[in-house]
């Protein structure tokens, strides 16, 4: 059996099928992923490779809740593996780094795997997401110039690596080839979302909210059956208007679209790291704005409280702590802020632990403390992106530190960075 490159599966045909559906469904980013994920694993119970997509799926929802269920899942991998091939045991072990807290271990995995395997797309977009997550961006690009000499339009998922490609290359700052890139993935599927994603980068950093706006209403009658990756998209055209200080119809995408809690997909997964992120981040540029929010923060808090000392993703910690401080939440932004101190990872105690607390120093009113505490982060400008996220994402933690420096009379600050 075959995967949707050609690459060897060790299962049955009815097993390979339905893992074939599961992996266009995750590079589609389609709702009906862990569906067919499930159904390879009915198909064939003995089936390594089935066992570690499941496995790979629970951690890539970067939730400490999820982690007992990716371990049991790696243990049924493992004890498989050894009927497997060379290409689907080095998954195996790829997934055992993850699991274990050793993400550079898995990344080297999975380049291994891309080296001597250049067409498999489950390692190139889980080492394409990791690299993005740990604000490697260098690395994210490098690794799709070194496989895509053997990658051709005639294979399933190109408009996948060409959209990949847009990703990187925006945040590498080559905004043309991006956009290049972007447009081609979505000529040729216009349901590849990462596509769209990425060209909407594009015209966010150059400010062409005009054509943002245009470019993903015009696409967004190929999203119905995608995954969360929706809300983010519509998050997205919410930036453009706010940029236009369209603030009502900003509201009405919060509630309707990219919060909109009546949806399946939040109401499965309500504290979704890029949900979460998606909505704390605009809530504070409404109120930055002088936009009442209501009583929207009340939500996002209750999911914040419930996952205090989950520090799975570095990126979202700043947002839970958004959530907490709006909603004067002390004693659980206490316990978050502990469970960062503790933390092994240096990307967490070192960036995320001061960020955080300048996120609650800004909200107290204490400017001087923010601009104090997020300052060293930022004036090496790499430790910001440590956290991961994008550009376009980090820009509200930059935002939060013009604020404070502004109140603080810390202007010299606030020019350094601007310049810097």
Not at 66 to 74: R, S, T, V
Not at 108 to 117: D, K
Request: charged share 25%; proline share 3%; aromatic share 8%.
């Amino acid at each position: 059996m075959q995967d949707i490159h050609g690459l060897p599966l060790s299962t049955t045909g009815v097993a390979a099928e339905t893992f074939n559906r599961a992996l266009r469904a995750y590079v589609g980013y389609r709702a009906d992923l862990a569906q067919h994920a499930k159904a390879a694993l009915e198909a064939d119970p003995e089936f390594a490779m089935a066992h570690c997509l499941v496995g790979y799926l629970m951690m890539l929802t970067y939730n400490r809740g999820h982690a007992g269920l990716a371990a049991n899942a790696y243990r049924d991998a493992a004890a498989l593996a050894v009927r497997a091939t060379a290409r689907e045991q080095g998954h195996v072990r790829a997934l055992g780094r993850w699991v274990a807290g050793d993400l550079d271990a898995a990344l080297r995995e999975w380049e291994q795997l891309l080296a001597g395997w250049p067409a498999d797309v489950l390692a190139m977009r889980l080492a394409h997401f990791n690299y993005f997550w740990l604000g490697r961006v260098a690395e994210m690009r490098a690794s799709l110039d070194r496989i895509a000499p053997h990658w051709s339009e005639p294979m399933a998922a190109y408009p996948t690596l060409l959209s990949c490609q847009s990703f990187a290359l925006e945040e590498c700052g080559e905004y043309a080839a991006a956009e290049r890139a972007g447009r081609l993935a979505v000529e040729l599927d216009p349901a590849d979302v990462w596509g769209t994603h990425a060209v909407a980068h594009v015209l966010e950093m150059q400010g062409r909210r005009d054509e943002g706006i245009a470019w993903l209403q015009g696409l967004e009658r190929h999203w119905a059956d995608k995954s969360g990756i929706v809300h983010h998209l519509w998050w997205h055209q919410a930036m453009f208007h706010l940029e236009r200080r369209e603030f009502e119809a900003v509201l009405d995408l919060y509630d309707r679209r990219f919060r909109n809690l009546a949806s399946p997909l939040v109401v499965a997964m309500p504290d979704l790291y890029i949900d979460v992120q998606n909505a704390a981040s605009m809530l504070f540029r409404l109120e930055r704005q002088g936009v009442d929010v209501g009583g929207r923060w009340g939500e996002l808090a209750d999911k914040a409280q419930a996952r205090v000392g989950d520090c799975l993703s570095a990126f979202t910690l700043p947002h839970w702590m958004m959530a907490l401080a709006a909603s004067g939440r002390e004693a659980a932004a206490a316990a978050m802020l502990a469970a960062m101190k503790d933390n092994p990872l240096p990307r967490i105690r070192e960036v995320a632990l001061p960020v955080c607390e300048a996120v609650m120093a800004h909200r107290r009113g204490e400017h001087e403390l923010a601009v104090s505490r997020m300052l060293p982060v930022l004036e090496v400008l790499e430790r910001l992106r440590e956290l991961g996220g994008s550009h376009a994402q980090r820009d509200v933690l930059e935002q939060l530190f013009f604020d404070a420096c502004l109140k603080a009379g810390r202007h010299a600050d606030a020019r350094r960075l601007l310049h810097a």
